[in-house]
């Protein structure tokens, strides 16, 4: 099931990349020589609840490194993105969809016109959380 997941993924972040590509007035393909020996991963993610949360952090702020993340969520919600003015605010959850994070390859591939994000995970006080990062 994971090696069809990962699979899947991969497919629908080249089809993000090629559409990038075309937003920048690039072709589809333009990238493409970026990932003839890329390494993708997905990483299965468990946050156990916390009954103080503000003890603990499921994942410290960070940008991603590479070109895309796409992330697959529960309905518990904590990952947070920083805004420009410093303030993090929740990403909330939706159903059937995934959070498309640039990474800071994409930032500079794309002239800074897409923006690697700062982001972390927050834990919850009373339920567990699980995400799916495909990086």
Known sequence: ACEKYAEAMEKLA???????????GLPAEYFNSKF?????????????????PELTLGVGAHKDGG?????AQDDVGGLQVKRKDGEWIGVKPMPN??????GDCMQVWSNGKYESVEHRVVVNEKKERFSFPFF
């Open 14 to 24: 080249f089809r993000l990349v090629e559409l990038i590509s075309l937003s920048l």
């Open 67 to 71: 070109a895309l993340t796409v992330l």
């Open 36 to 52: 003839e020996e890329q390494t993708s991963l997905v990483r299965l993610n468990h946050y156990s609840p916390c009954p103080v």
């Open 97 to 102: 969809s995934f959070v498309i994070n640039v």
